[in-house]
Protein backbone atom coordinates (compact mmCIF):
# COMPACT_ATOMS: atom_id res chain seq x y z
CA UNK A 1 0.00 0.00 0.00
CA UNK A 2 1.15 3.38 -0.64
CA UNK A 3 0.36 5.88 1.76
CA UNK A 4 0.24 10.01 0.93
CA UNK A 5 0.49 12.11 3.96
CA UNK A 6 -0.57 16.10 3.54
CA UNK A 7 -2.18 18.80 5.04
CA UNK A 8 1.10 20.73 6.90
CA UNK A 9 1.95 24.25 6.90
CA UNK A 10 3.02 27.35 8.82
CA UNK A 11 0.60 28.21 11.75
CA UNK A 12 1.34 30.15 14.40
CA UNK A 13 1.44 28.61 18.02
CA UNK A 14 -1.73 28.02 19.49
CA UNK A 15 -3.42 26.98 16.21
CA UNK A 16 -4.01 24.00 14.17
CA UNK A 17 -3.81 22.05 11.52
CA UNK A 18 -5.00 18.58 9.90
CA UNK A 19 -2.89 16.30 8.38
CA UNK A 20 -4.45 13.15 6.16
CA UNK A 21 -2.86 10.12 5.21
CA UNK A 22 -4.49 8.72 2.13
CA UNK A 23 -3.83 5.21 0.89
CA UNK A 24 -3.73 3.87 -2.30
CA UNK A 25 -5.81 0.56 -1.79
CA UNK A 26 -8.95 0.87 -0.35
CA UNK A 27 -8.08 -1.86 2.19
CA UNK A 28 -7.00 0.61 5.15
CA UNK A 29 -9.69 -1.05 7.71
CA UNK A 30 -7.17 -3.79 7.88
CA UNK A 31 -4.47 -1.54 8.31
CA UNK A 32 -3.05 0.02 11.72
CA UNK A 33 -1.88 2.96 11.06
CA UNK A 34 0.32 5.60 12.78
CA UNK A 35 1.58 8.90 12.54
CA UNK A 36 5.42 9.83 13.74
CA UNK A 37 7.28 13.13 13.66
CA UNK A 38 10.98 14.24 13.74
CA UNK A 39 12.51 16.98 13.79
CA UNK A 40 15.93 17.79 12.80
CA UNK A 41 18.81 16.22 14.07
CA UNK A 42 16.04 14.61 16.66
CA UNK A 43 15.25 10.88 16.62
CA UNK A 44 11.66 9.64 14.92
CA UNK A 45 8.89 10.51 17.72
CA UNK A 46 5.74 8.31 18.13
CA UNK A 47 2.24 10.79 18.22
CA UNK A 48 -0.17 8.67 17.47
CA UNK A 49 -1.64 5.47 16.38
CA UNK A 50 -5.33 3.90 15.27
CA UNK A 51 -6.50 0.39 14.96
CA UNK A 52 -7.59 -0.97 11.67
CA UNK A 53 -11.55 -0.53 12.41
CA UNK A 54 -10.63 2.89 14.44
CA UNK A 55 -12.06 1.40 17.54
CA UNK A 56 -8.99 2.49 19.73
CA UNK A 57 -6.39 5.06 19.42
CA UNK A 58 -3.10 5.54 21.13
CA UNK A 59 -1.09 8.74 21.96
CA UNK A 60 2.34 9.87 22.64
CA UNK A 61 2.40 12.19 26.19
CA UNK A 62 3.42 15.31 24.57
CA UNK A 63 0.35 15.30 22.24
CA UNK A 64 -2.21 14.02 24.46
CA UNK A 65 -5.11 16.17 25.08
CA UNK A 66 -4.14 18.52 21.79
CA UNK A 67 -3.68 16.01 19.09
CA UNK A 68 -7.06 13.74 17.83
CA UNK A 69 -6.03 10.89 15.68
CA UNK A 70 -8.90 9.48 13.47
CA UNK A 71 -9.91 7.20 10.59
CA UNK A 72 -12.51 7.17 7.47
CA UNK A 73 -12.09 4.04 5.97
CA UNK A 74 -15.11 4.74 3.68
CA UNK A 75 -12.44 7.29 2.53
CA UNK A 76 -9.34 5.20 3.13
CA UNK A 77 -8.07 7.89 5.36
CA UNK A 78 -6.54 8.67 8.27
CA UNK A 79 -6.59 12.21 9.80
CA UNK A 80 -4.16 13.71 12.50
CA UNK A 81 -6.32 16.52 13.93
CA UNK A 82 -3.81 18.99 15.66
CA UNK A 83 -4.82 22.13 18.13
CA UNK A 84 -3.18 24.26 20.75
CA UNK A 85 0.06 23.79 18.42
CA UNK A 86 3.12 24.50 19.76
CA UNK A 87 6.93 25.68 18.58
CA UNK A 88 8.05 22.36 19.96
CA UNK A 89 5.53 20.54 17.59
CA UNK A 90 7.55 21.57 14.38
CA UNK A 91 8.76 18.94 12.47
CA UNK A 92 8.28 16.65 9.63
CA UNK A 93 5.42 14.18 9.99
CA UNK A 94 4.82 11.18 8.73
CA UNK A 95 2.10 8.58 8.69
CA UNK A 96 3.22 4.50 8.22
CA UNK A 97 0.36 1.88 8.55
CA UNK A 98 1.16 -2.20 9.53
CA UNK A 99 -1.66 -5.06 8.14
CA UNK A 100 -2.90 -5.96 11.03
CA UNK A 101 -6.28 -5.19 12.21
CA UNK A 102 -5.54 -4.16 15.62
CA UNK A 103 -2.37 -3.51 17.92
CA UNK A 104 -2.03 -6.56 20.24
CA UNK A 105 0.40 -6.49 23.27
CA UNK A 106 3.33 -8.43 21.48
CA UNK A 107 2.81 -5.09 19.03
CA UNK A 108 4.71 -1.86 20.49
CA UNK A 109 2.89 0.68 18.33
CA UNK A 110 5.03 3.40 19.58
CA UNK A 111 8.35 2.00 17.36
CA UNK A 112 8.84 2.68 13.66
CA UNK A 113 10.15 -0.57 12.83
CA UNK A 114 6.23 -1.76 13.53
CA UNK A 115 5.67 -0.50 10.62
CA UNK A 116 5.90 -1.94 6.74
CA UNK A 117 4.45 0.77 5.33
CA UNK A 118 5.56 4.89 5.13
CA UNK A 119 4.64 8.21 3.49
CA UNK A 120 6.29 10.85 2.82
CA UNK A 121 6.79 13.45 4.97
CA UNK A 122 4.67 16.59 5.71
CA UNK A 123 6.22 19.44 7.02
CA UNK A 124 4.75 21.73 10.11
CA UNK A 125 6.05 24.55 11.35
CA UNK A 126 4.70 26.43 14.26
CA UNK A 127 6.09 29.80 14.85
CA UNK A 128 5.82 31.58 18.31
Known amino acids: ???QASGGGLVQAG???????AASKPTLSSYAVGWFRQAPGKEREFVAAISGSGGSTYYGDSVKGRFTISKDNAKNTVYLQMS???PEDTAA???AA??????SGSHNYRAPHEYNYWGQG???TVSS
Open 84 to 86: SLK
Open 122 to 124: TQV
Open 15 to 21: GSLRLSC
Open 98 to 103: RPIPYW
Open 1 to 3: VQL
Open 93 to 95: YYC
